[in-house]
């Protein structure tokens, strides 16, 4: 998918001999070519190509991308991964025919291209001899002078003494070559370009299968999993999985069927020979596991290591000004450095491991080739196989050779692919939100009465936290909600938006319980200004036309204006255009509110919870807020987080909240009267604050 | 790109060197073994000659013994090289950084600078690495292969001619369509990222408003235009290699056929031939290796630039070549020797001193001073604190005397020491800071209270979270002291989390405590009794406090109030209700009427 260096599996030992170099350069990926050039002679085959220059060699893929995790089922999860391909499974059929056949057409190359030096071999062999003479004579006086073992060689031959040669038939052997390659070569491409929308689309997919399942999760997944955590799943991990999908099947597919008619043909031409090359499989296979073990060890090291660099990093620049003025660089730097050092020591250790597989594998192939040398050669001196066969054999156990490298290295690339392939499957196999009810009940419109009947909630199991609450909010009343810092007024909110599942009772609106109805209609029927403000990149028109779909800008701008940021808005060079940064770095923490604010006037629901805290509002801003609020209280039924006295004492009902649970409820007077933890809060806090301030 | 790898590559002269040695080791022998090949088929094979064949097999796998061995070392030493490069950048990048001042950081952002020191660093490193095995020895590939290719026979060589342009050729027309391709999905790349981090971020206000939907069709919209790109790239390359395999095969037809030609007339003996097609694939391999690698360097030199970015970046506040110590009265009252204490603070109040001096502050650029003209003195023992609206200079004012910044005009004296005068080490170990957004680190509550002293008791570190109104929380959390604290404190509550921020500048016993709106999250009953505690146990240190809640701040012994970037009124509570129209603004604004009466 990219040239990211995550994927360029560079072999370092890719240039240790020949151009067999050239194979994992290219990155066995590839989508057709994967196979070792046909037509070139011995050494020269051209390896298997690679759609991606750089697609994984050997172990280098998995250093570089992703970190090599053991991964706990393999083969479930590979499995797994391979059925993702299912909705494309009529073109990947279509590819391994075209695969079939464009290897074919590879194989074949070598044998007619032998045919060829044969050709030539026969015609110079024939010039040598006189014309005239025949070709028996020619070996019944190389036996009489004691040759032989040439004699046997020229008896096996098709010569013509004295002809040279034979040009015609040469021309005609390589037309045919001509075509065969090219054939190769387009079938070669059309699996790869088929191949390419296969995985793109697989990848494709599978981002939006789990984007759409990060909309079915429980509120509870997103608060008890590290954000960057799930964002690496959605972007590193499928990355990932996309790379080696479009390098590692079609290369499994081409390498597997490589072996298969290389060792078909090999057989044709010489079992004896044949048997030499087959011997070099298990060594092979034997060297890459022994070698790609210990690999895979540091691979996992190195990507520990970069996690917890990253960590370190991201911490201590994130939290630059207090290392420095606590003076704390010299640790950070001594953890840096800690740290970095494990991370070299582990890279540099995967790297030369898995770089000793290509030397190792090509000193095999080499004693492989000197094997048929000697052997082929013997052959061809007795007359048993002709020069051109021994010369095509030689070129068919380096393509032999090289299936077996990239075999090896894309089970290195597997690890790590399957390994994403668990973290993301893992998320997919989260537990989902209950699901909402067949035949949902549908307020036509809603009054805004919510009352909550004998309600249990707990997070975790075995602490408890609400038991038996009740609560009556009549439409257009307001409750607020009060209680020391850190009381767990959030609670509420998780609950009453079903961010969160009851564990007994209910909450009704209108009398119809939640559960009853969709989430989305549930929610439609909230409005919500947090202190948190949640901004996204984008206008500010677009942020507040967040609060309902197809808002016109007449309505868009009442919102802001009744949320008294019109004219604030208006101010800025872009006005509703202003585009608001990622981190809304160019708008104060209270101009944020109220375009929540106005979010709110927007989307117009019955029932609203509020977040007053003011904490870094500047003052002036803060009336407006106060102002905005109160407006769009007005007519609602209202949940508020409230700081404020005059929110509190003007609230219908007061719910008091300590350490997570409903301590208190009651209005302002009546808890007063009960002396309990309400009013000692009050006259703890306000009365002193307020007896202080004037 | 080239200033980056020649500074940080020089340690490496003498591996760098072994390698190139292994390097045109490896190459002769690979050049090598084509002859060997050639000569077991001419004078072995065609003439029969078993013993032959055997001998030169055997030198055959000598030679490629030796060209595996060059290679691993080659691979050790390249590997050493460039994992130890990226571990010299990365860490030079990270001294720097932790160099730099607050401006240099808002300018580069937080996490860019984070990928900077990892991902950049990684592309560069994969290039240093690709360089040492593959890049360096594709020319003397591809020379040696020209020269050994000529000696086998001249005129066939001149296929050469047209098949090296042909292949460079195609390959360029290639990369200068997919090199854009690239950039253009590397920032649709960053598009997902972006969706997909703010549907995290936001993920209650998007069930909230029931917009998943509308996030869904974002993130499909980002996705789709990634598999597109995507798609297209990975469509051109899939007829690269098909191209480039025919251009190869075709020229080894070629080959056939003038080779043919050639042994026909008798120029050439039939061993060359073969000789030659192996070098001809070799030397078209090298080019193909040597081209492809090009397609790193693009991004290579963009990570480089940006690294060099960083490191060229001089920090805009430094050190003093002769930094002065303001001279100080040294009787700390613990005397148990301990650095950060001793002879910079004593608990007498004679240290701790601050005044601004006719400061004027404008960011970098800016043509507007953010502050002007302001100047006040915070003695020890004083309180001394600042209020204003949003935007009125307040976090810039004390930003100062840290030296995040540097003032522009005016000076911030300690004790009567300009700042700039002193070590920066020397200023920090005297301010207590507790910075607006309270964030903790990763580890325990006692090893963030342990960041300000190293060697607090944990007596200390309960004293220290008593002031701060956290010595409850603290207890009731599981494992107390050595209960986690994940990343950023977000385990806490916001409330808990500014407690521990407070008690983490406590526990360094400094004599200047700065509270930059420290207080926002803690509840009015919570912020009274905090104070008043800090009132008790740190009476004697001078303390700064931004706030914008009147009530925490009308205590104190001196308000300054701020309105665009000037001190506009100074004074107690009660003179600047009586006198300060502003100031009168911000109260009656908290309060309403009503309560203002009361």
Redesign the interface.
Known sequence: MSFRPGGNGQNPGGNGTQPAAGAPLFGPGAGGAGRPAAGGPPPGGFGPGGRRPGGGGPGMMGMMSMPVQKPGNFRVSFRRLLQRLAPERVLVVLVVVLAVISVAFAVIGPKILGNATNDIFNGYISSQLPAGVSKDQVVAGLRANGQGQLADMVAAMDLHPGQGIDFSALAGILFILIGVYVLSSIFSWMQSWIMAGVTQRTVRRLRTDVDEKLGRLPLKYFDSHPRGDVLSRVTNDIDNIGQTLQQSLTQLITSVLTIVGVLALMLTISPILAVISILSVPLSVFITVLIAGRSQKRFAAQWASTGDLNAHVEEMHTGHAIVKVFGRQQEAIETFDRENEKLYQASYQAQFISGTIQPALTFVSNLNYVGIAVIGGLQVASGLMTLGDVIAFIQYSRQFTFPIIQTASIANVLQSAVASAERVFELLDEPEEVADPAEPIRLPTTRGAVAFEDISFRYEPDKPLIDDLSLVADAGHSIAIVGPTGAGKTTLVNLLMRFYELDGGRITIDGVDTRDMTRDDLRRTFGMVLQDTWLFHGTIRENIAYGRDGATDDEIHAAAEAAHVDHFVRTLPDGYDTVIDDDATNLSAGEKQLLTIARAFLANPSILILDEATSSVDTRTEVLIQRAMAGLMEGRTAFVIAHRLSTIRDADTILVMNKGRIVEQGNHESLLARGGFYAELYNSQFTEALAEAV | MIRLLRRYLRPYAWPIAIVLVL?LV??I??LY??TL?GE??ND???????GF??ST??F??VV??V???A??V???F???V???F??DV??AI??Q??A?S?VE?NKFG?PS??TR??NDV??VQ?LV??VL??MI?API?IVGGIILAVRQDVPLSGLLVVVLPLMVAFIAIIMSRAIPL?RS??VK?DR???V??????????I??????G???KR??DA??D??ST??R???L??????????I???S??GV??F???R??S?EMP?GN??AF??Y???IL??V??AV?MF??VP?AAVSAGRIQEVLETEPSVHDPEHPVKPALVATASDGDGRD?RDGLVNETGTGGRIEFRNVEFRYPGAQDPVLHHASFVAEPGETVAIV?????GKTTLVNLI?R?YDVTDGAVLIDGVDVREMD??DV??R?G?I??KA?L??GTVASNLR??DEDATDDELWAALAVAQGRD?VQEMDGGLEAPI???GTN?????RQRLAIA?ALV?RAGILIFD?SF???????D?RLRAALDRDMGWATRLIVA????TI??ADRILVMDAGRIVGSGTHSELLASNETYR???Y????A?????
């Open positions: 390097l490896q190459a022998g690979n073994l084509p090949q077991i088929i072995g094979v065609s003439k029969g000659d078993t064949i055997t097999g055997i055959m796998l490629t013994f060209v595996g061995a290679s691993i080659g691979v050790y390249s590997a050493q460039a994992m130890g990226g571990r990365r860490s990270f001294r950084v932790e730099f607050q950081i937080t600078l984070i020191n990892t990684q592309q994969t690495f690709m095995a593959l020895s590939l690239f999905m590397q790349l997902i990222n972006q997909m981090r703010e549907t995290l971020a936001g993920v209650r206000v069930r909230a408003f029931v917009r998943t509308h996030e869904e993130f499909d996705n789709v990634l598999f995507a798609l790239v990975n469509r390359f899939a007829i690269t290699i098909p191209v480039m395999t025919l190869l095969n075709l080894t037809v056939m056929w080779g043919a030609l042994v026909e008798g039939i031939l073969t097609l192996q001809l694939l070799q391999f090298a193909l290796m492809f397609i790193f991004r950060g204003g609206s949003t935007g009125s840290p995040f920066r080490a920090w170990r301010l800071v910075p607006q964030f680190f990763t960041f300000g929380f994940t990343q950023g806490v509550s916001g409330g808990q983490r360094k709106d926002s999250a803690l509840d009015f009953g919570t009274a914008q809640r009147v009530g009308m205590k603004e911000i109260v604004s908290q309060l309403s009503e309560e203002a009466a009361a």
